[in-house]
């Protein structure tokens, strides 16, 4: 699948710069103060709004086909795959139900580094249905891996999986996606649910931090 990398530089908040640092759109607010942005703050789109929204729709009508008079419940992994969940969801004419889970890897001092820590509070009652497990993006693959198992205990007649986002070289669990959106670089990467530290999630592309954060 090809992807273009426009190399578009923004600010935090979305707004278009120019190479110097200023806004270049006519219309539009002038961002406060260009000159107190730290480096931190400028980003480097990925994978722009459009060309998302576009394989968000294909991948609906791909799920919509294939899940034809099939009990479909969609299982979102928190948080980072909120904002495709919230997209993805409304491109499938079927009959669908919506569930949550929260997956974080804990990787503290006192712990294995990638131990997973699940909530299942808003687990779903799978039994007997098809669950589509839903991430924002597939890296090491432990955390989808781990969950089919826990649908498949839970009862789940099938499970398959879905991610916005695959990263290339960095597979350590032997898992294919049933639907993938993007494969991109080994890169830390942004936006469209996707975090650093709990901010950036809500920027609508996916875009890549400077390396000041590698
Ligand atoms: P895995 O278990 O290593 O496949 O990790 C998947 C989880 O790690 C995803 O659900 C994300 O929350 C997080 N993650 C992995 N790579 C990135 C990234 O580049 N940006 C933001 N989150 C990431
Ligand atoms: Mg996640």
Wanted: proline share 6%; net charge negative.
């Amino acid at each position: 699948m090809a992807w273009a990398v426009p190399s578009v530089m923004m600010d935090r908040a979305g707004r278009r710069l120019l190479p110097g640092g200023r806004p270049s759109s006519v219309g539009e607010a002038a961002p406060p103060s260009l000159h107190h942005l730290e480096g931190r703050d400028v980003v480097e789109i990925l994978i722009t709004e459009a060309q998302i929204q576009e394989r968000v729709r294909e991948l609906g009508r791909q799920i919509e086909a294939d899940y034809q008079g099939r009990p479909l419940t969609i299982v979102a992994i928190l948080t980072g795959s909120l904002i495709v969940l919230a997209d993805l969801i409304r491109q499938i004419q079927l009959p669908l139900r919506v569930a949550l889970l929260q997956a974080s890897s804990y990787k503290g001092a006192t712990t294995t580094a990638g131990a997973l820590i699940i909530n299942e509070s808003f687990a779903p009652d799978v039994a007997g249905r098809d669950v589509l497990l839903l991430d924002d993006i597939l890296d090491t693959g432990h955390t989808l891996a781990t969950l089919v198992h826990r649908m498949s205990d839970r009862g789940a007649l099938r499970v398959r999986t879905a991610v916005l986002l695959r990263k290339k070289g960095r597979q350590e669990v032997q898992i294919e996606p049933d639907y993938c959106g993007f494969e991109i670089p080994d890169a830390f990467v942004v936006g469209y649910g996707l975090d650093f530290d709990d901010d950036y999630r809500h920027l609508p592309y996916v875009a890549v931090l400077p390396s000041s954060h590698d």
